[in-house]
């Protein structure tokens, strides 16, 4: 017990010492950041990855990048209802031409099997007609 104990504590310690710092979870303004440009939002503000003196380094975004921060994921927002309202419609088209497909074997299979209870019936007659005389 002691020994899964002092494992999983000396694992933890590893593993918080050893996590660089741009790919934590939650970015602090001043932390180190991996791509220029690259936005994060926070509950209620917006952090921007930028070089300050040679150091790339999370800041705080100034109000023109939040608007364009904001376009932007509209904009992709829109394109991905877009999209999902067009994969929508492609598989009810899809689902209607099944369907139709699916009636018409059966109407085919239903008209068939008339036209060979017809004949049926009329190899039937014929017997019973030729039979009597």
Known sequence: MRKTTAFLLLFTCISFLTAPNAFSATPKIGGTCTKINQFHELKSTLLVCATIKGKKTWRKATSVEKSLYLKEKNRLAKVAAQKIIDDTNAAVAAKAAAD???????????????????????????ASVSYAV
Not at 112 to 119: R, S, T, V
């Open 100 to 126: 139709k497909a699916a009636a018409d074997a059966i109407a085919k299979a239903a008209a068939d099997k008339a036209a060979a209870d017809a004949i049926a019936k009329a190899a039937a007659d014929k």
